[in-house]
């Protein structure tokens, strides 16, 4: 059997947030690897392939919401299903 025919296609801009209106729930029943400069990432909260650039959460400060702060890291992106 063959995963990769049961798998939609990536979209250019994603979310693991699901307040985000780039969040889309179906492509997560999948593992989803997000590279940016050949290198994997782990800790990607958004991408967007067009605009080369990937959001990560901070490691310590949070906005006035209590959600931790986004740091965009820009350069060449690639999402994949592993």
């Known amino acids: 059997m063959n995963a990769t025919t049961s798998q939609p296609a990536l979209p250019d801009r994603l979310s693991v947030n699901p307040r985000s209106q780039y969040y889309a729930a179906e492509y997560f029943e999948h593992d989803i690897g997000i590279k940016i400069n050949g290198k ?3 800790d990607v909260e958004e991408y967007c392939i067009s605009e080369g650039w990937v959001k ?3 490691r310590k400060a949070l906005d006035r919401r209590g959600q931790p702060l986004m740091m965009t ?3 060449e992106v690639e999402a994949f299903y592993k």
């Open 73 to 75: 890291v820009k350069g």
């Open 40 to 42: 994997e990432r782990f």
């Open 56 to 58: 990560v959460a901070s």
